[in-house]
């Protein structure tokens, strides 16, 4: 009997810190844990700013089956440091985003051009673009939808 509480009890205490050792943890989490790395964590947080997209959808409507359609997303920086867009993607193959790669500074402002490729599809579409800043919300997320239709001859 005391063999079998003994087992028992090792085997919970291991499932527990398994379980506890699962837990994924963010690199900032990480870093702030860290007294070491205190430091950088607060500078990730003092660097931050924010940006405000004039409009984060766009209806391309009706477009013709293998058009290469496009639109501006305008923005601003509303924040106090400088906006750094470290990356921008689409979330497929045919969505593909160009953005400013300098520094915009607090009150300036910039655009991301998104090109989309209907190729050979039919139908809706709803896309998004996903933008990567040093933004207090991140990610930032652009959407833009519409139709394809074939044309008739």
Do not use: Y
């Amino acid at each position: 009997m005391k063999k079998q509480v003994l087992f028992a009890s090792f085997a919970l205490i291991f499932g527990a810190g398994i379980l506890l050792s699962c837990k994924e943890q963010s690199p900032v989490d990480v870093k702030a844990k860290s007294g070491s790395d205190e430091k950088l964590n607060a500078d990730l947080v003092k660097n931050q700013t924010s940006i405000t997209f004039e409009r984060d959808m766009h209806d391309f409507g009706e477009i013709i089956k293998g058009e290469k359609v496009s639109t501006e997303f305008k923005f601003m920086n509303t924040g106090k440091n400088d906006l750094l867009i470290s990356d921008a993607h689409g979330s497929c193959g045919c969505t593909v985003p160009e953005w400013p790669k300098e520094p915009i500074p607090p009150g300036g402002s910039g655009v991301i051009k998104v090109v989309f490729n209907s190729g050979n599809r039919s139908g809706e579409f709803n896309k998004t673009v996903t933008v990567i800043a040093n933004t207090v919300t991140n990610p930032n997320k652009l959407i833009i939808k519409g139709t394809i239709i074939t044309p008739t001859n």
